[in-house]
């Protein structure tokens, strides 16, 4: 029994390891130098009473409260319980992404590439593959937590202690663990690892947004999101150890359930069957553009659908944060109404800004995913038919990049308006009208067709590198969700096109700089497609 | 002789400093058959890449219907069907999508013949293209390339993953191009089917073209196996130039006889009172085994 599903896992598994080893490195330096370096910096931005009081207003604000989660902590403050606060969710949804990563590419992507195949042919136990990539789960996420908790213990941050880091980063941990187990499960489920990566981040998006509805509305509730629970952990407060309890039988169970379905399923294959495709094309599958829009289907829907549903759940919070100056009746006596209602349009403006950076940087995701395809496709070998045929490489260059950009810009444009929708619905007449919300729209497109084009350039241009374009909006997310938090310098902000946008939607569009950022973003998808129709395509 | 489909006249390619195709030189003339063969490795799939356009040559000249492979791809390529010989497909779409989407893209429709195709293939056409084997997927661009009403049909080692009956289906459908005047280029390990097909063949071996010409042509060039038994000595046969591999037992004898030089051989042997005589011409196996294993 044990040798027939367990076999060689141990050779697996190093074998696995030596082959990761260097993403596993980035990843660490990436998630311990945040943590560690954020941590360094926290007693120089909130060293002082005024710093503090005023962070802890921002953070109880439900517009806060809905991207970092409620803000618990009972007096006396210190620095480390407000960096747990900014941090934790945050930090959640980057070791859950690294779990995801590595789940799919160690089951289903060996899987789809034939490799598990070769390896199953050998005197290997049936679920050897799997529980090597458990094993290796286990391993990264561990090194990564007690890492995170000695990068925390040297950082010397006011108010934390040694049970708080220790917490913080075994409950990283445990729940990096616990959604790479739900994804290990989707890669039983799905067909494909594109499929599982989907499932993937579906689930984990479904748990951030519904987290972010009970946290407005009743924090108990969040109990039940599972995401949630990372919040529960009341870091350098009482350093409650229940929630990673919970993550803990979580993970077993989903694990149990994943060995289960792994070792009754055949190899290539999902657990939902194959349905019989068409026997002929339809008349809209007829060229390159058509091609690319019918494989991209699927993603396209759930893009659309995804981030409209998204805007509509910040939107939806909207009237609670206009309410902000009203449940103070003093202010309100102070300003006069009218002048109440003014200042709440404003904030709900300058949520809607940091909002819209948010739903471009999104929105840029499946218009790259898309233009990558073109050396993706290329390498696999899907195009070599396409080349042979009288289709020329500007044809299919810009099929690709077009289909992608207007995907990326539907996308954005479907956020602004659920967050229009919801948000009018939720503030009544005190809601900004929808021409202040496309300002948002208009301000931030040519950044998203800057990054956009800097994909498409190295697609055409470096097609090896290709994959350092998320660095763009990654970095773009990363310097404007925090960087104001944390005080960054304007130059480092302004490294990505998201930095050189002015505060829109609170201030007008600025459609100088617009016009130029778009003329840029256009000319590097075109530079990119003359160095593309220049080289030798990529051999498989 | 008529214009040449395919011309190429010194090709090179170099991958950084790997040097992959050293000088290529062959023509396919309307009409012909013409295989391409050689080992693993010696640019076969690249020569084929860079006369599709995929693969920008170093130097040298390649054109097909008197165009430059580079610089006219798409107006040569409506005038060309291909099949390489590692076929992938979109594994979301189905093998009758995938069909009719590459006739499509060459300005051409599904056809009666594509349906007789699919059915001579014996082809499910509506199942997704990742549940076929590498055998099915080649079918499928099989069919899309049979159905495609062109001049050049380019086949890269196109049936390594069909079974025999298939390949009798595949050489059949070739034969018809060819009796249609139209001309295939055919890279092949099969001998048998380059031996039943090609009218003119090439030898490639580490980047260079090393021996074009028919395969009568080239028997003339390797040597012929002969056994003999004769009544009087016959070691002095083995003295002969052309004489190879000498081996004798009383009076009967078996060696190898340069082609050329089989008649000066013979009448060498005539004294000699020939009781019986065998001779056996270089199978295609022989020939390519000694061109693959020459040195360069």
Same mark, same amino acid.
């Given at each position: 029994?044990?040798?027939?599903?367990?076999?060689? =896992?141990?050779?697996?598994?190093?074998?696995?390891?030596?082959?990761?080893?260097?993403?596993?490195?980035?990843?660490?330096?990436?998630?311990?130098?945040?943590?560690?370096?954020?941590?360094?910096?926290?007693?120089?931005?909130?060293?002082?009473?005024?710093?503090?009081? =005023?962070?802890?207003?921002?953070?109880?604000?439900?517009?806060?409260?809905?991207?970092?989660?409620?803000?618990?902590?009972?007096?006396?403050?210190?620095?480390?319980?407000?960096?747990?606060?900014?941090?934790?969710?945050?930090?959640?949804?980057?070791?859950?992404?690294?779990?995801?990563?590595?789940?799919?590419?160690?089951?289903?992507? *060996?899987?789809?590439?034939?490799?598990?195949?070769?390896?199953?042919?050998?005197?290997?136990?049936?679920?050897?593959?799997?529980?090597?990539?458990?094993?290796?789960?286990?391993?990264?996420?561990?090194?990564?937590?007690?890492?995170?908790?000695?990068?925390?213990?040297?950082?010397?941050?006011?108010?934390?202690?040694?049970?708080?880091?220790?917490?913080?980063?075994?409950?990283?941990?445990?729940?990096?663990?616990?959604?790479?187990?739900?994804?290990?499960?989707?890669?039983?489920?799905?067909?494909?690892?594109?499929?599982?990566?989907?499932?993937?981040?579906?689930?984990?998006?479904?748990?951030?947004?519904?987290?972010?509805?009970?946290?407005?509305?009743?924090?108990?509730?969040?109990?039940?999101?599972?995401?949630?629970?990372?919040?529960?952990?009341?870091?350098?407060?009482?350093?409650?150890?229940?929630?990673?309890?919970?993550?803990?039988?979580?993970?077993?169970?989903?694990?149990?359930?994943?060995?289960?379905?792994?070792?009754?399923?055949?190899?290539?294959?999902?657990?939902?069957?194959?349905?019989?495709?068409?026997?002929?094309?339809?008349?809209?599958?007829?060229?390159?553009?058509?091609?690319?829009?019918?494989?991209?289907?699927?993603?396209?829907?759930?893009?659309?659908?995804?981030?409209?549903?998204?805007?509509? =759940?910040?939107?939806?919070?909207?009237?609670?944060?206009?309410?902000?100056?009203?449940?103070?009746?003093?202010?309100?006596?102070?300003?006069?109404?009218?002048?109440?209602?003014?200042?709440?349009?404003?904030?709900?403006?300058?949520?809607?800004?940091?909002?819209?950076?948010?739903?471009?940087?999104?929105?840029?995701?499946?218009?790259?995913?898309?233009?990558?395809?073109?050396?993706?496709?290329?390498?696999?070998?899907?195009?070599?038919?396409?080349?042979?045929?009288?289709?020329?490489?500007?044809?299919?260059?810009?099929?690709?990049?077009?289909?992608?950009?207007?995907?990326?810009?539907?996308?954005?444009?479907?956020?602004?308006?659920?967050?229009?929708?919801?948000?009018?619905?939720?503030?009544?007449?005190?809601?900004?009208?929808?021409?202040?919300?496309?300002?948002?729209?208009?301000?931030?497109?040519?950044?998203?067709?800057?990054?956009?084009?800097?994909?498409?350039?190295?697609?055409?241009?470096?097609?090896?590198?290709?994959?350092?374009?998320?660095?763009?909006?990654?970095?773009?997310?990363?310097?404007?969700?925090?960087?104001?938090?944390?005080?960054?310098?304007?130059?480092?902000?302004?490294?990505?096109?998201?930095?050189?946008?002015?505060?829109?939607?609170?201030?007008?569009?600025?459609?100088?700089?617009?016009?130029?950022?778009?003329?840029?973003?256009?000319?590097?998808?075109?530079?990119?497609?003359?160095?593309?129709?220049?080289? *030798?395509?990529?051999?498989? | 002789?008529?214009?040449?489909?395919?011309?190429?006249?010194?090709?090179?390619?170099?991958?950084?400093?790997?040097?992959?195709?050293?000088?290529?030189?062959?023509?396919?003339?309307?009409?012909?058959?013409?295989?391409?063969?050689?080992?693993?490795?010696?640019?076969?799939?690249?020569?084929?890449?860079?006369?599709?356009?995929?693969?920008?040559?170093?130097?040298?000249?390649?054109?097909?219907?008197?165009?430059?492979?580079?610089?006219?791809?798409?107006?040569?390529?409506?005038?060309?069907?291909?099949?390489?010989?590692?076929?992938?497909?979109?594994?979301?779409?189905?093998?009758?999508?995938?069909?009719?989407?590459?006739?499509?893209?060459?300005?051409?429709?599904?056809?009666?013949?594509?349906?007789?195709?699919?059915?001579?293939?014996?082809?499910?056409?509506?199942?997704?293209?990742?549940?076929?084997?590498?055998?099915?997927?080649?079918?499928?661009?099989?069919?899309?390339?049979?159905?495609?009403?062109?001049?050049?049909?380019?086949?890269?080692?196109?049936?390594?993953?069909?079974?025999?009956?298939?390949?009798?289906?595949?050489?059949?459908?070739?034969?018809?191009?060819?009796?249609?005047?139209?001309?295939?280029?055919?890279?092949?390990?099969?001998?048998?089917?380059?031996?039943?097909?090609?009218?003119?063949?090439?030898?490639?071996?580490?980047?260079?073209?090393?021996?074009?010409?028919?395969?009568?042509?080239?028997?003339?060039?390797?040597?012929?196996?002969?056994?003999?038994?004769?009544?009087?000595?016959?070691?002095?046969?083995?003295?002969?130039?052309?004489?190879?591999?000498?081996?004798?037992?009383?009076?009967?004898?078996?060696?190898?006889?340069?082609?050329?030089?089989?008649?000066?051989?013979?009448?060498?042997?005539?004294?000699?009172?020939?009781?019986?005589?065998?001779?056996?011409?270089?199978?295609?196996?022989?020939?390519?085994?000694?061109?693959?294993?020459?040195?360069?």
């Amino acid at each position: 029994m044990f040798s027939t599903h367990y076999a060689k =896992t141990g050779q697996l598994l190093r074998l696995n390891l030596r082959r990761d080893w260097l993403k596993i490195v980035f990843w660490l330096i990436g998630l311990v130098g945040l943590m560690a370096g954020a941590a360094a910096k926290f007693d120089g931005l909130y060293g002082t009473k005024k710093a503090m009081a =005023t962070i802890i207003t921002t953070l109880k604000t439900p517009a806060m409260v809905s991207l970092m989660g409620p803000f618990t902590a009972k007096p006396p403050y210190t620095v480390a319980i407000v960096y747990a606060a900014e941090m934790m969710t945050f930090m959640g949804l980057f070791v859950a992404m690294m779990n995801i990563y590595f789940a799919v590419h160690t089951t289903r992507g *060996d899987e789809d590439s034939g490799v598990l195949e070769l390896i199953r042919a050998h005197s290997v136990g049936r679920s050897s593959a799997l529980t090597a990539a458990i094993l290796e789960l286990v391993i990264i996420n561990v090194i990564a937590g007690v890492l995170e908790a000695l990068g925390l213990q040297a950082s010397g941050m006011t108010g934390m202690n040694a049970g708080g880091n220790w917490l913080f980063g075994l409950g990283l941990a445990m729940f990096g663990l616990m959604f790479g187990a739900f994804s290990l499960l989707f890669a039983q489920i799905a067909d494909s690892s594109r499929g599982a990566t989907i499932l993937s981040y579906s689930w984990l998006g479904i748990l951030y947004v519904i987290r972010m509805g009970t946290d407005v509305k009743n924090p108990d509730y969040t109990w039940w999101t599972i995401y949630g629970w990372i919040e529960k952990l009341d870091i350098y407060g009482k350093n409650n150890w229940g929630p990673v309890g919970l993550m803990l039988l979580m993970t077993v169970i989903i694990g149990a359930l994943t060995i289960m379905v792994g070792a009754t399923r055949d190899v290539g294959a999902g657990l939902l069957p194959d349905r019989a495709g068409r026997k002929r094309a339809s008349l809209f599958l007829a060229g390159p553009l058509s091609l690319i829009a019918r494989l991209e289907r699927t993603s396209t829907i759930i893009w659309l659908v995804g981030l409209f549903f998204l805007g509509a =759940t910040y939107g939806s919070i909207f009237g609670t944060a206009g309410d902000l100056l009203k449940s103070n009746p003093m202010m309100s006596k102070l300003i006069g109404t009218a002048a109440t209602d003014a200042a709440n349009r404003a904030i709900v403006l300058s949520f809607a800004n940091k909002l819209t950076i948010i739903f471009a940087v999104l929105a840029i995701i499946p218009g790259l995913i898309t233009m990558f395809r073109l050396n993706g496709d290329e390498r696999k070998g899907y195009f070599e038919q396409l080349h042979a045929r009288s289709v020329s490489r500007a044809h299919l260059f810009f099929a690709i990049a077009g289909f992608g950009l207007v995907v990326s810009l539907a996308t954005f444009f479907l956020a602004v308006c659920g967050m229009y929708v919801a948000g009018a619905a939720s503030m009544g007449d005190n809601m900004p009208s929808f021409a202040h919300f496309m300002r948002g729209f208009w301000g931030f497109a040519p950044a998203l067709i800057v990054t956009f084009g800097f994909g498409a350039l190295l697609s055409g241009l470096l097609p090896k590198l290709q994959t350092l374009a998320w660095i763009l909006p990654a970095y773009g997310f990363f310097s404007l969700y925090l960087g104001a938090l944390m005080n960054f310098p304007k130059w480092s902000t302004q490294l990505t096109p998201f930095g050189w946008v002015n505060t829109v939607p609170v201030k007008a569009v600025n459609w100088g700089t617009a016009g130029w950022m778009t003329a840029l973003g256009l000319i590097l998808v075109v530079v990119g497609y003359i160095a593309y129709q220049r080289r *030798d395509l990529l051999e498989n | 002789m008529a214009q040449p489909v395919v011309q190429i006249q010194h090709l090179q390619k170099h991958f950084g400093k790997f040097q992959a195709l050293k000088d290529i030189t062959f023509d396919v003339y309307p009409g012909e058959v013409f295989g391409f063969i050689g080992p693993n490795g010696a640019g076969k799939s690249t020569t084929i890449r860079t006369l599709l356009g995929i693969l920008k040559k170093s130097s040298g000249q390649a054109t097909i219907f008197g165009q430059d492979v580079w610089s006219q791809a798409v107006a040569i390529h409506k005038r060309l069907a291909y099949v390489p010989g590692d076929v992938y497909l979109w594994p979301n779409l189905s093998g009758g999508e995938a069909i009719d989407l590459f006739l499509k893209l060459n300005g051409q429709k599904h056809s009666a013949k594509t349906d007789a195709l699919i059915k001579d293939f014996d082809l499910d056409v509506s199942k997704k293209n990742r549940t076929y084997s590498k055998g099915n997927r080649q079918k499928v661009a099989l069919i899309a390339a049979f159905s495609t009403d062109a001049d050049l049909y380019i086949f890269d080692e196109p049936t390594s993953g069909l079974d025999p009956l298939m390949e009798e289906v595949f050489q059949k459908h070739v034969l018809a191009l060819k009796a249609a005047g139209k001309s295939v280029l055919l890279s092949s390990h099969i001998l048998s089917e380059v031996e039943r097909m090609c009218d003119r063949i090439g030898i490639i071996r580490q980047g260079t073209i090393i021996e074009t010409g028919t395969l009568d042509d080239m028997r003339q060039l390797s040597r012929t196996q002969v056994t003999v038994t004769t009544v009087k000595d016959l070691s002095t046969i083995q003295q002969l130039p052309a004489v190879h591999s000498f081996n004798q037992t009383g009076n009967k004898a078996t060696f190898a006889v340069d082609s050329e030089n089989l008649a000066s051989v013979m009448t060498a042997l005539a004294p000699l009172e020939i009781k019986q005589l065998q001779s056996t011409p270089p199978t295609l196996e022989d020939l390519f085994l000694r061109y693959y294993n020459q040195e360069a």
